[in-house]
T-cell receptor, first 110, second 114 residues
Framework: EDQVTQSPEALRLQEGESSSLNCSYT??????LFWYRQDPGKGPEFLFT???AGEEKEKERLKATLTKKESFLHITAPKPEDSATYLC???????????FGAGTTVTVRA | AAGVIQSPRHLIKEKRETATLKCYPI?????VYWYQQGPGQDPQFLIS???????DKGSIPDRFSAQQFSDYHSELNMSSLELGDSALYFC?????????????FGPGTRLTVL
């Protein structure tokens, strides 16, 4: 069974203070690793898809990287509007469902 | 850009009642997924449909059923509701490219069972 572990559970940052979120995964074969952002009571908002080790994707202040065992979401110079829960999910080769981690809740203070 | 539409957005039911949740995928998306997210939990996969056929099945209770229609919209039918069914129910859709499909989520239906 696919497993995803995210750390830390919560992260409090000062505006401009860069940091990284970790997503460790176990899957028999990786079809794709996905990062989503979720605001309270809303649906997950797609950020990135990574398919193979060494791949990197960037969007504004966010950068996602992938190795064979984990992925990192780097937040550079965050702003208060980056406050949200960031979810990591994997999709194995056996099917197309997403298996999610518990998420990292990021709070950015002005 | 058009997004996934879910209705209703909020639903309040009594125990043992039934509920029907509807999902309208992004235009030209042919695969629909249903997820359940309990309070403070991550989304859990329930069931999915590809080209109107059930494709994958997760931890969906026998009291729940779902289908995808000819226009690709999907409905999740929930019977004999229990207090523990209170949760956010998300629908996601993906485009007709099999392999590493990105799933785009709707705003969710918040179901409260009293």
């Amino acid at each position: 069974e696919d497993q995803v572990t995210q750390s830390p559970e919560a992260l409090r940052l000062q505006e401009g203070e860069s940091s990284s979120l970790n997503c460790s995964y176990t899957v028999s074969g990786l079809r794709g690793l996905f990062w989503y952002r979720q605001d309270p009571g809303k649906g997950p908002e797609f950020l990135f898809t990574l398919y193979s080790a060494g791949e990197e994707k960037e969007k504004e202040r966010l950068k996602a990287t992938l190795t064979k065992k984990e992925s990192f979401l780097h937040i550079t110079a965050p702003k208060p509007e980056d406050s949200a829960t960031y979810l990591c999910a994997v999709q194995g080769l056996d099917d197309y469902k997403l298996s999610f981690g518990a998420g990292t809740t990021v709070t950015v203070r002005a | 850009a058009a997004g996934v539409i879910q209705s209703p957005r909020h639903l309040i039911k009594e125990k043992r009642e039934t509920a029907t949740l509807k999902c309208y995928p992004i235009p030209r998306h042919d695969t629909v997924y249903w997820y359940q997210q309990g309070p403070g939990q991550d989304p859990q996969f329930l069931i999915s449909f590809y080209e109107k056929m059930q494709s994958d099945k997760g931890s969906i209770p026998d009291r729940f059923s779902a289908q995808q229609f000819s226009d690709y919209h999907s409905e999740l039918n929930m019977s004999s509701l229990e207090l523990g069914d209170s949760a956010l129910y998300f629908c996601a859709s993906s485009p007709p490219v099999r392999g590493g499909d990105t799933q785009y989520f709707g705003p969710g239906t918040r179901l409260t069972v009293l």
